[in-house]
Every structure is written in structure tokens, then in C-alpha cells.
């Protein structure tokens, strides 16, 4: 538990009171870190859970902590997920009383809340009727209209492309903001800088919106550059009481995602801080919301004015953030509210003590534009001394049929600077080996000068991209390398893989594209010599520790009498390194194969990542410029468009619609212009 502070009683009459309704027996209807926060709630609060799972999800960490669980179907999220018939009949075989949607998936939809009610099983959230109200886009930005409360200049929900939504979007004037109605977390958004782009843009946000949510409907909004995204936070009862837990700032995003969040917000005004939070409870009470619910805004630091953007009717990927400064466990309270007890929390009470910031670790690639990543944790560390969210364990493979969260790191601290200074060490313990993640972008934006100076806005990825992905200090990259191949070299009995057994040996090393021939020779006392780039490198490795399924090792080593630690797995000919105080590395041993796309031939066009084929656009014989878009990929809920490299002539398509393709599967085959 994370404390309860500033509880107070009710003047709630017996008679005005509704029959607590216990809960025995709660089903999760989400997988992954979310699935395992509910799970941990429901066991501080002695009810036992059940778990759902697709059969990707088989051994998944939320499977294993519950008391029970069943398999829902096959991995795509409309046989399991999003089956609102199976999981209500799991739910009925099972005895259970209530269903946590989590985030995500069903956590918005008003027909599952429907189906909850119809068979006497408790939604762990709003009612239907409250989240129809708001959880469309449409129907909030007219609710939010009636209220007087400003709202960004937009359309209502549309169902077709038409000239008419064209007019009206030149109208509103470009860039625009297409966004899927239902849901949320970024799925099914695409910002439009001009009209030729509108129809391609349309009709990838309903693709993404219709896969993620079963709702391809589409509102447009008037894109603001530079704006704040900040959100509230509230909680409210089934007798009218609602507070809110103050606010957090997620403006730092990629492709319309949260990355990084805050609370409390910094550089805002006093006012603006009040007026966001007073809007927020207004419309909950208005809605006669109940449960827990955040609503969302942005703000334009330069005018001063807040927009109402959405209200989530669920719980946030972010709520750790508003747990660990205001001490009141969200999870718990929305069982309890659920239960029927009433909010026991007084405004003038709730604390907003400290700082607390989140970063989200993701299995994506930065310096290729966040592309997703798939593939087996070879190993995974959380921090030790601040809370992390996870749903992950070693082995376990990132697939293609969901987002690419996996985990939360949160840190706290008295303000901004100790609370960043904490979560910089967390990230640093943090070690995620055998697939591509952000751990090391996370590292170099927490530390930035933007990012401790404040008051960043929705835009501040774009900007800082480059200073953020950059890769490893020459000096960090030849330290890891150098400790990493100081340990699979030839000394078998000492080293933790047998090398080529010859001296010197000569490694031809690919890291991120870029080839290197590096030479080790193995001399007196165990010690080594590695020459990087003409570089000589003295090294000595004193102790190998197995950590994790014979394939991750702990090695102690000294490199030009720096002594350090790292940890170090090998994959066939992939090689993955990561020290605390240094960074981590992934490289390839060997020759250098097909390690980046752009390395390809310019007569193949090749999948950037495992994906499924989403739309084909051509055929053979069809002549295409450069930059037209070939087919259409989908991996992790999100879409991706294939473009020609090169003016040319389609040769061969070698893959359907709906197929699924490995990582640097030749799609498209070009030729020369007849």
C-alpha cells in the first residue's frame, strides 16, 4: 500500500448510503504492467484476482502472480482483449464479482460496462452512461461547449472522407489534428501539415482506431504548436463526492505518446494550477462521474489559457506519479469506490508533497523514429530503491500484437532536483538486454539542460531529438566493447564463453551500422590487449558471475586501470553490454550483415521490423517516384508507411495483406525505369 493520508468521515446519512457490495473475486481484463498493478492491489486487499490472457500472453509475469487465470484466444487483441463476450462468460464460469479494465483496450468502452451490468458483474470504473458522456471525443468536446469552458476549434465525430471534410478542414486551417474518437494513449492520431496528405492520414487513424478500440470514427482538431499537456486527476463516489489529487504535466511525447511525466507541473501559475483543477471536478460532477478519471489539457504558456482536450473514464499509465506525492493508492481507491464505499478523502487534505517524475521504458529505437522492437529479454533488472511498474521478467518476448511498454520507473524527492537525481540512478540501474529500447534516450533527456530548466512543451522531442538519441561517448563505446570482448575471447577456463581459440584474434564488430576491426591478444597474468581504431586498450577480467539463464554474465574488469562492473549476454552473434555508470551497447560479431534498412540494396524495399501487412498499394509492373507510399505496415498498435527510395519500376511484391513479416523480409522488389 501506498498510505491513505488525509482521511476524513463523511456527513453521509445510513439511509443515503447504498449496501457495500464486498468484492471476493476480481477478473483483470488487461495484460502486462497494468494487469500486475491491479493484481497487487487486489491482494493487498485480500481479493483474489483472475487473470485473462491470449495465448501469446501464456507465460506472461500477470498470468503467474494471479490466483487464477484463463486464456481468452488467439494473440490479435479482437480475440482476447477486446472479446467482450468471452471475457463476460469467463467472468460468470469463474464466480466473479467485478472486472478491472485497467488501461486500454475495453478500459472506454461503454458497451463492456453494458455488459457488465447485464449480467449482475461490477465494472470497476464509471457507469455507461457517465462514460458515454465523455469518453467520445465528440460527445465531451459538446459537453465541455454547453459548460462555457474553452475547447480547441474543431469538428465532431466523422464516419467518412469526404469534400465537405476537406472544405472544413481548410477552413480550421492547417496542420490539424486527426484523432481517433475513442481511446486514447496516442493510438490513432496523425497531425496533418497540409491537404494533399489529408486522405492517406484519415484513413490510417480509423485503421488504428477500429484495431485498437472498435471505433474507426475520427474528430479534427486545430493543431497548437508549443502547447503544455498538462491533466487532473480525480476520484469520486456513487454520493456526489469528487476530489481531485492535483495535476501532472506529460507534455514530453513521442508520436503523440507520454514518455516522461511530472507532478506537480513546474513554472505554472498559481491560478492557472487552480482553474485546471476546479474545470476538472466541474465536469466530473457534471457527468455525476464516479470512480477514478483524469482530464486532460493544453496549455499555452505564452497566453495563459487552457483548452480542454479529453476525459480519460479509466485509469492513467502515469497515476504512480500522483500516488507518491499525494500518498493515496488510486488503485485501491477505485476497488473500494467501486464497492460502493464512500470517498473518505477531504480536498483541503489531499497533499501534493515533493516531487515524483516517471520515464517509461519501451522496446523501440530512438535514432530510428521510435520504430517499435521486438524480441527475448535476455535479461531484465529493475532499480533497486525506487518504485518501478513492470510486467516483464527475463525471457520474456516482446511481441508484435501490443504496445511496447515495459515498465514504469518512478522516482520521488523533497522538489524537481532530488526527485530527477533519484530517478537518474534508477534509470542507471536499470538494465534491459536482448531487445532495442529507450533506456539510454531516457538517460541523456533527464539530464539535459532543457529538461531540469522546465516548462517544456509537446514538441520538445522534435526539438531535442538529436541531443537525446545521440549514441555513446567514443570513449563509454570502447570501454563497453572492450569489456565485453575482453570476455568472450580465448581464455576459456576464465572467460564466460570460449572464444577462437588462436592468438591474436580478429573481430570485425557491427554496431548500429558502422564497422569496426578489433583486435585482442591474450598475454601474461590473464591480461589483455584490445586495439579499437589504432587505440590500445590494457585489460584484465577478475571475476564472471552467471546472472540470469547461463546466457547474461557479471563480469569484474579493469580496462586502462579503470575498474568496473557490467553485464554481458550473448545471442548467437549478437552481443549485448551494460554498465551502471557508463551506458550500454548492443553489437554484432562477425560479418556485417543487414544491420540498418538503409544499408540494403536501393532495388529492395525491406521490412524496417517484424510488422503485419496492414495495405498494399501497388503491383507489379506499376511505375513509382521516390517517396510514394508502397504498403502499409502495423506492428505494436501502430501504423507504418513503406515509401520507394528511388524513382522506378515495381518488379516483384513478394508479400499480401495481412501477413506477417520478419525484420528485413524483402517486401518490394524495384527496377529501372523502361
Known sequence: MYGQKGRLTLNVSKGDLMEIRRFNKVLVANRGEIAVRVINACRDLHISSVAVYSTEDALSLHVQLADEAVCLGAPEASDSYLNIDRIIRSAKELGVDAIHPGYGFLAENAAMADACERNDIVFIGPTALSMKAVASKQHARQLVDSLSLPTIPGLNRLVSYSDEFVAQCEAIGFPVLL?????????????????????????AVSRESQQAFGDGGIIVEKYLANARHLEVQVLADHYGHCVHLHERDCSIQRRRQKIVEESPARLLPAGIKQSLCDTAVAIAKHINYRGAGTVEFLYSPEHQQFYFLEMNTRLQVEHGVTELVTGIDIVQWQLRLAEGEALTLAQANIPQNGHAIECRICAENPSKGFIP?????????????????????????????????????IACGNDFFEANRNLQTALNQSVLLGVDNNLSYLRKLISSDSWRGGGLDTQAVERNHALWSSPL???????????????????AESQPWPGQHYNPQIWQVSIAGMSLDVETRTGLNDRQTLVIDGQSFESKVFSVETVERGLVKRVDIEVNQHRFRVLCGVRGSEVFVHGDTI?????????????????????????????????????????????????ILESMKMETSIVANRDGVIAAVNISEGELVEAYTTLIELAEEK
Not at 493510438?187 to 492520414?201: F, P, Y
Not at 563509454?476 to 566493447?481: E, K, M, N, T, V
Request: charged residues 20%; glycine residues 12%; proline residues 2%.
Open 179 to 203: 484523432k481517433a474518437t475513442a481511446g486514447g494513449g496516442g493510438v490513432g492520431m496523425r497531425i496533418v501539415e497540409h491537404g494533399d496528405d489529408l486522405q492517406a492520414a484519415f484513413e
Open 373 to 409: 522492437a521486438i524480441g527475448t529479454i535476455e535479461y531484465w533488472a529493475a532499480p533497486k530503491y525506487q518504485r518501478c511498474d513492470s510486467g516483464v521478467q527475463s525471457g520474456d518476448r516482446i511481441s508484435i500484437y501490443y504496445d511496447s511498454l515495459v515498465a514504469k520507473v
Open 473 to 491: 561517448s567514443v570513449g563509454d563505446r570502447d570501454y563497453l566493447l572492450c569489456s565485453a570482448l575482453a570476455a568472450i575471447s580465448d581464455n
Open 583 to 631: 551506458g550500454a551497447l548492443n553489437f554484432t560479431l562477425g560479418s556485417v550483415g543487414q544491420s540498418v534498412v538503409e544499408e540494403l540494396s536501393s532495388d529492395v524495399i525491406s521490412s524496417p521490423m517484424p510488422a503485419k501487412i496492414i495495405a498494399v498499394s501497388v503491383s507489379a509492373g506499376d511505375q513509382v517516384i521516390k517517396g510514394q507510399v508502397l504498403l
